[in-house]
Structure formats: C-alpha cells, structure tokens
C-alpha cells in the first residue's frame, strides 16, 4: 500500500487497495475457499489503514479543520462499527450462507467511510493545512505502515509479531493490538 505522496495521496491508496479486494472478494463464488484467505487480508489491510489514521490522519483533522473533532469522533465511530463488523466476519466460514450477507454490509460501510473522506474530509484538510504537514503526515502513514508485520515472526518476544496469530483471540483484536503496540500509544 502507498504512494509515497502526502497523507491525502497515502491514504487514497490505500481506499484503491480496500476496493480491488472487495471486486476480488465479488468475483468468487460463494463458498470459494480463497474467500476466507482474501477477507482475512481485507481484515488486516482495514486495521492497518485504520490505525494510521487514527494514529496521524484524524488527529490532523481535529487540529486545522474547523468542526474537526465532531467529524473525527464520525468517523472513529465508523471505524468502529466496521470493526465489529470485521469480528464478525471473521467468526463465519466462507461456507456459511450468512458469509456473502457479512462481507455486503462490510463493503457498504467501507465503501460509505471512504466516500465521506474523500468528498468531505480530505478537501477540508487540503484546505486548512500547510502543504508540508501534509508531506510530514504521509511519511508517517507509510512509517506507521512498514512497521506493521504482514505475517507472524515466531522469533519476536511475546506481544509482538507473535500476539497476531495467537490461538483463542480474534484476528481484528490480534492485528490492531500488534499494530497499536509496535506504533505506540495513542491520543
């Protein structure tokens, strides 16, 4: 994922990935055993962008956009019901004939939350902020996202690499704990 533009160019990419996946997702029958594979890389694509954005995107937008903390409580609330959503997701097998139903209201979501950013959010910060924090939050975002393993490292101490793939814990915790932990805290 990624450009190696400003946060705007970054996170842009990121929405083309989310939206291949999903056509790719759309193209399989019900059933298809690579559905399982596909909406698990979805999964962990959405935390991942997710957690950039939380991380140096709303943050951002609560600081220059006027009205920002109310748009950025909206789409951390969006955020959070994809996620539930993607818990959801996750507990059904791709054999399930609620799979296809799950994996439709995740895309209407998604495809919602990206909309709004890009017709609402992203204007506005272009807008109101230097063109240089813009710069400074892409790197961050492609930062944020190089540091996130796309696989377990069996070698790496408990609570790192090795917490994603954990046995009893759910994929969306798994991989939002492990990114939330190699980036830092947030606020």
Do not use: W
Request: aromatic share 4%.
């Amino acid at each position: 994922m990624g450009q190696g533009g400003n946060v705007i160019d970054e996170l842009t990419a990121d929405h083309r990935q989310v939206e291949d996946l999903f056509e790719r997702i759309a193209g399989l029958a019900p059933g298809d055993p690579a559905l399982r594979g596909l909406a698990d890389e979805l999964t962990r694509e959405l935390v991942r962008h997710s957690v950039a954005e939380e991380e140096h995107f709303y943050p951002a937008v609560r600081r220059f956009v006027d009205d920002g903390d109310d748009m950025a409580d909206k789409e951390l609330a969006d955020h959070a019901e994809i996620e539930r959503m993607l818990k959801d997701l996750e507990d059904c097998p791709a054999e399930d004939s609620r799979f296809e139903s799950l994996m439709g209201m995740v895309r209407t979501s998604v495809t919602t939350h990206v909309s709004d950013e890009e017709k609402r959010l992203f204007p506005l910060l272009v807008e109101s902020c230097p063109g240089r924090i813009l710069e400074e939050l892409g790197e961050r975002v492609r930062a944020a996202r190089a540091k996130a393993p796309v696989q377990p490292h069996p070698s790496a101490p408990a609570g790192e690499a090795s917490g994603p793939l954990a046995p009893g814990a759910g994929m969306v915790d798994r991989v939002r704990d492990m990114l939330v932990s190699r980036g830092g805290a947030r606020g």
